[in-house]
């Protein structure tokens, strides 16, 4: 499974930015989605992540701002994110799983940088 992450870029605090994550390859296997992130000195963390059945589980710090969805048909994970603060600030990364949950033996996309200038 390879994944390809896009969308990530410069925004201003409170803006919006819609990541977009697609898979490839052994793509029927893929069950749960989702987005981590990581800044410099931190351990990775998990943002949001999405079953195949649609259930999904958001960090509390971004719950109420932030969106994940997916495309089943074409195994493409999303993530919306507005009223952006400049804690967001992070490397992005998408994941899938074999799985139900998304940080059981994930597949990695590459990061994609979200900064949010104050």
């Known amino acids: 499974v390879q994944l390809q992450a896009s969308g990530g870029g410069l925004v201003q605090a409170g803006g919006s930015l819609r990541l977009s994550c697609a898979a490839s390859g052994s793509i029927f296997s893929i069950n749960a989605m989702g987005w981590y992130r990581q800044t410099p000195g931190k351990q990775r963390e998990l943002v949001a992540h999405v079953t195949s059945g649609g259930s999904t589980r958001y960090a509390d710090s971004v719950k109420g701002r932030f969106t994940i969805s997916r495309d089943n048909t074409n195994k493409t994970v999303y993530l919306q994110m507005s009223s952006l603060k400049p804690e967001d600030t992070a490397v992005y990364y998408c994941?899938?799983?074999?799985?139900?949950?998304?940080?059981?033996?994930?597949?990695w996309g590459q990061g994609t940088q979200v900064t949010v200038s104050s």
């Open positions: 994941a899938a799983s074999n799985y139900a949950v998304v940080y059981t033996r994930p597949y």
